[in-house]
């Protein structure tokens, strides 16, 4: 097969960063007068995330010292949903992996799949909260915020859906994602969250928005009253921030690496165009003909939710999916279509071929094909030689260098996607 030419093309993106981690918190707590919202000897629960989000165990850790410096009793409770295969040893091994332990936040982690229902909601469905989350005397809500990748909607992946999802464990996880078939997640997770913030002492809310390299660009904290629109404030500047493909029509895109410290569904939705939820529009842009995706990362400990979003893998990949976590977390978030497994071929080289074999009528040379690393690390990319015209004149994209035809190695592995100098 005539493979294209391809160029190494830079995306130049907008990037704010929030310059002391430590001390931004210091402000933002010191702006909704935290003093005033710990009681002494109050057993505080602090929500931990399984999202490999930027200084997480740094702001954690300040939680952590803020409560017990004001008198308070803190203590973390996994925030995950069904994440870590769905159990309380998995869900501690997952926070270890993101270096939050007993010993680096310095205070006792609670780990436990038990839940307890405190209300319902208008659609007559039980709100599932924590058991120990849901007994302490105060609760402390921490997590990115960003664009769902199921969904479009005023909040997205956030505080909302950490309280909705995250603190309800297995249970309460599973429980909701059921409803937004129904009902939508624009509609159920907002009103699970307003629940738990009517029901529960959430004392207050963290919220961070990451620039398009994963570094952290804002930090707000809010209280309870005020988290809802807060949020919304946030989210609308990730999706400022949010970097994205540069062009709408691409025959195939080649992805290096998939995996749940990338995006929850393994490959972000927002950047491939494809959601593949029941009741859910798909994307308008971009329109890709055919997906390739060659490996998983080893942050994602086997799960490979998202897979089903390709066309075409490879056996390396397949040799390292744990098909009970994928399907625990495909069936919870009532996507099975995500945990199928796309065809999958002995090399990169056979994956690749097989995408341009199925585009069309069109020879392979002339297609329009985008290689990247993953759909997180967008700065550095490969286009063909077909989409120079239309990258030409653009402020925001630069040619750096062509890098020859498509290639791979004898053993048919492909050239990952390489970082050039700025």
Do not use: W
Not at 46 to 53: E, N
Not at 76 to 84: E, K
Not at 203 to 216: H, Q
Request: charged share 25%; glycine share 10%; proline share 5%.
């Amino acid at each position: 097969m005539n493979f294209p030419k391809m160029y190494h093309l830079r995306q130049m993106f907008d990037a704010p960063t929030v310059k002391g981690i430590e001390e931004t918190l210091s402000r933002e707590l010191a702006s909704i007068q935290v003093s005033s919202l710990i009681r002494p000897g109050s057993r505080v629960a602090i929500t931990a995330g399984s999202r490999g989000v930027a200084h997480m165990d740094v702001i954690l850790a300040k939680v952590v010292r803020t409560v017990r410096e004001l008198g308070g009793k803190p203590f973390l409770f996994p925030a995950m949903g069904s994440h870590g295969g769905g159990t309380a040893e998995g869900q501690i091994e997952v926070l270890k992996s993101l270096r939050i332990t007993e010993e680096t936040m310095g205070a006792p982690i609670i780990s436990s799949m038990d839940v307890v229902e405190i209300g319902r909601n208008r659609f007559g469905f039980p709100v599932l909260v924590d058991k120990h989350a849901a007994a302490a005397d105060g609760i402390v809500v921490v997590n990115r915020i960003k664009p769902h990748t199921d969904f479009e909607g005023p909040v997205g992946s956030g505080l909302m859906k950490m309280m909705a999802i995250g603190m309800g464990k297995h249970a309460g996880c599973s429980e909701v994602h059921k409803q937004t078939v129904n009902f939508g997640y624009r509609e159920v997770i907002p009103e699970v969250g307003r629940i738990i913030l009517e029901k529960l002492p959430v004392l207050f809310c963290i919220g961070i928005v990451e620039n398009v390299y994963e570094e952290t660009a804002m930090i707000r904290a809010m209280v309870a009253a005020h988290v809802e629109e807060g949020e919304m404030a946030m989210l609308a500047e990730a999706k400022r921030l949010m970097a994205r493909l540069p062009f709408d029509r691409i025959d195939v895109l080649v992805v290096d690496e998939m995996g749940k410290n990338i995006s929850g569904t393994g490959m972000d939705t927002n950047v491939i165009g494809r959601i593949m939820f029941i009741g859910e529009k798909e994307p308008e842009r971009p329109r890709i003909t055919r997906i390739v995706v060659l490996d998983l990362t080893p942050e994602s400990h086997g799960n490979a939710v998202g897979i089903g979003l390709a066309d075409y893998t490879t056996q390396r990949l397949l040799k390292k999916v744990d098909h009970g976590a994928t399907a625990t977390n495909a069936i919870t978030a009532i996507t099975p279509e995500k945990g199928r497994m796309p065809i999958a071929l002995g090399t990169d080289r056979g994956a690749v071929e097989a995408a341009l074999a199925t585009i069309g009528a069109m020879e392979p040379e002339n297609a329009r094909v985008v290689h990247i690393r993953n759909t997180l690390e967008l700065r550095e990319l490969e286009i063909s030689e077909a989409l120079l015209d239309e990258a030409g004149g653009r402020e925001n994209l630069r040619i750096i260098g062509q890098g020859g035809t498509l290639s791979f190695d004898e053993a048919g592995n492909i050239r990952r996607v390489s970082f050039a100098e700025p």
